[in-house]
Nanobody, 121 residues
Framework: QVQLVESGGGLVQAGGSLRLSCAASGSSFRINAMGWYRQAPGKQRELVAAITSGDISNYADSVKGRFTISRDNAKNTVYLQMNSLKPEDTAVYYC???????????????WGQGTLVLVSS
């Protein structure tokens, strides 16, 4: 069974930085992509950034130039470096893992428990 553990959320002033981490653990799985989504109160969950196993990344327009997603393949961990944070970045951030279970090659999507990022003005 694959599990995700998120860390790194918290309270920060506008203009500050935070780094989120999400580690995947388990046996016999292959990571296809990992990403970060966020959900603000009263809003739908939205993609923030994602990175594929081939290190192709994409970002929401609202975070381009401020957030950077990266991976440590040896640790099965994805990071989201968030700089120049704005109050509108306040949300619960969820890690998402797109993976394949071996040897069955069944495809699954897994969500983390969420971590709160609160940006004060």
């Amino acid at each position: 069974q694959v599990q995700l553990v998120e860390s790194g959320g918290g309270l920060v002033q506008a203009g500050g930085s935070l780094r989120l981490s999400c580690a995947a653990s388990g046996s016999s799985f292959r990571i296809n992509a990992m990403g970060w989504y966020r959900q603000a109160p009263g809003k739908q969950r939205e993609l923030v950034a994602a990175i594929t196993s081939g290190d192709i990344s994409n970002y929401a327009d609202s975070v381009k130039g401020r957030f950077t997603i990266s991976r440590d393949n040896a640790k099965n961990t994805v990071y989201l470096q968030m700089n120049s944070l704005k109050p509108e970045d306040t949300a619960v951030y969820y890690c998402n893992l797109d993976h394949t279970i071996l040897p069955t090659y069944r495809h699954f999507e897994l969500w983390g428990q969420g971590t709160l990022v609160l940006v004060s003005s």
